[in-house]
């Protein structure tokens, strides 16, 4: 079964800082992989999504990368800003399967 | 303007009481999906349904109940039967074709036991 973790749960970084959250999963063979952003008491918010085919996807200040062999995937934020300050998730579909969903990295931009 | 709307976004139930939540969309999606967001833990599965008129339990169905009459709505029971209900529910949406598609969520509906 899918596992999907993240690593680290919470991060705190200077404003205009790049920085990187991590994606872990442990099946492989999957079919698309998608970032969301949520801020507190809302709902997600789609970022990003990349096929099974794809090797990164790029919106904006946003860079998702996809290593299937290695079961991960990162997201860059580049430049960070106060107004990135939100928890970010990664959900991973295998084929013919619902997406898993995993916990989320809490990130804080301060100003 | 497309999406997916919740109601309400703040719910309280007594003990016993049976909930409905709402979840309406105009995207013209063919699968939609109930989740569960407890803190500290990843979304869980509740209901998801591919097409009208047919819905699959998730992960965490016990509990729970849904219906699929239009294909811009499934609303969300929460029964008398799930103890700890407490948590905050979350409706998306795919195109269909099959689960794991690119989702899109609603604003969320906070419910409370008191």
């Known amino acids: 079964k899918q596992e999907v973790t993240q690593i680290p749960a919470a991060l705190s970084v200077p404003e205009g800082e790049n920085l990187v959250l991590n994606c872990s999963f442990t099946?492989?063979?999957?079919?698309?992989l998608q970032w969301f952003r949520q801020d507190p008491g809302k709902g997600l918010t789609s970022l990003l999504l990349?096929?099974?085919?794809?090797r990164e996807q790029t919106s904006g200040r946003l860079n998702a990368s996809l290593d299937k062999s290695s079961g991960r995937s990162t997201l860059y934020i580049a430049a960070s800003q106060p107004g990135d300050s939100a928890t970010y998730l990664c959900?991973?579909?295998?084929?013919?399967?619902?997406?898993?969903f995993g916990p989320g990295t809490r990130l804080s931009v301060l100003p | 303007d497309g999406g997916i709307t919740q109601s309400p976004k703040y719910l309280f139930r007594k003990e016993g009481q049976n909930v409905t939540l709402s979840c309406e969309q105009n995207l013209n999606h063919d699968a939609m999906y109930w989740y569960r967001q407890d803190p500290g833990q990843g979304l869980r599965l509740i209901y998801y349904s591919q097409i009208v008129n047919d819905f699959q339990k998730g992960d965490i169905a016990e509990g729970y109940s849904v219906s699929r009459e239009k294909k811009e709505s499934f609303p969300l029971t929460v029964t008398s039967a799930q103890k700890n209900p407490t948590a905050f529910y979350l409706c998306a949406s795919s195109i269909g074709g099959g689960p794991g598609n690119e989702q899109f969520f609603g604003p969320g509906t906070r419910l409370t036991v008191l």
């Open positions: 990349i096929q099974s085919s794809q």
């Open positions: 099946d492989s063979a999957i079919y698309n």
């Open positions: 959900a991973v579909s295998c084929y013919g399967q619902n997406f898993v």
